[in-house]
């Protein structure tokens, strides 16, 4: 059974910086593309990051600030946030795919305020 | 970037009656390989994102078979052949053949 546990999530100041975690399980995690979705409060889904074999993509909303990761030994995959902002403020869901988006971890909560 | 135009966007709907959910895509999805990759995503309350459909018209690993997907290009349509109590939450058609991958707005299904 896939499993995918996000961590990480907290109250951050504008400006400022945290990561996210994602531990994988239940598949073979090397052989697949890990994605990045968030959801702030009420709204829809926003496509954030994917790391594929093609290397990390990002929405515009966060290209600069924001830096996907992947430790294949640990079944891992990070996203580092910088320069937080309050739109950034969401749950941000941990992801299994690229073009078959199959799996979603709960999600962990961001929330930038001052 | 594509985007991605669901109607309706709230649909309420009569126990065991069907329904059905539009999605439109300003481009073709039909990738370079020849899929085309539209999904469709259900979210209960307070749930993450479940997928239900893939490549338009796959059903994922234990959706109930009343739940079908159809189009080709840029049009798509998901169905519901008849709503049951836990079908409640919002529906979202997605797509992952381009960078940045969308969403539709999502469309919320309701019981009347």
């Known amino acids: 059974e896939v499993q995918l546990l996000e961590s990480g999530g907290a109250l951050v100041q504008p400006g400022g910086s945290l990561r996210l975690s994602c531990a994988a399980s239940?598949?073979?995690?090397?052989?697949?593309?890990m994605t990045w979705v968030r959801q702030a409060p009420g709204k829809g889904l926003e496509w954030v990051s994917t790391?594929?074999?093609?290397?990390?993509h990002y929405a515009d909303s966060v290209r600069g600030r924001f830096t996907i990761s992947r430790d294949n030994s640990q079944n891992m995959v990070y996203l580092q946030m910088n320069s937080l902002r309050a739109e950034d403020t969401a749950i941000y869901y941990c992801?299994?795919?690229?073009?078959?988006?199959?799996?979603w971890g709960q999600g962990a909560m961001v929330t930038v305020s001052s | 970037d594509i985007v991605m135009t669901q109607t309706p966007l709230s649909s309420p709907v009569t126990l065991g009656q069907p329904a059905s959910i539009s999605c439109r895509s300003s481009?073709?999805?039909?990738?370079?390989?020849?899929?085309?990759?539209l999904s469709w995503l259900q979210q209960r309350p307070g749930q993450p994102p479940r997928l239900l459909i893939y490549?338009?018209?796959n059903r994922f690993s234990g959706v109930p078979d009343r739940f079908s997907g159809s189009g080709a290009g840029t049009d798509f349509t998901l169905k519901i052949s008849r709503v049951e109590a836990e079908d409640v939450g919002v529906y979202y058609c997605?797509?992952?053949?381009?960078?940045?991958?969308?969403f539709g707005q999502g469309t919320k299904l309701e019981i009347k």
């Open positions: 992801a299994k795919g690229l073009y078959l988006i199959s799996d």
């Open positions: 239940g598949f073979t995690f090397s052989s697949f593309a």
């Open positions: 790391i594929s074999w093609s290397g990390p």
């Open positions: 481009q073709s999805l039909v990738h370079s390989d020849g899929n085309t990759y």
């Open positions: 490549e338009i018209s």
């Open positions: 997605m797509q992952t053949t381009q960078f940045p991958h969308t």
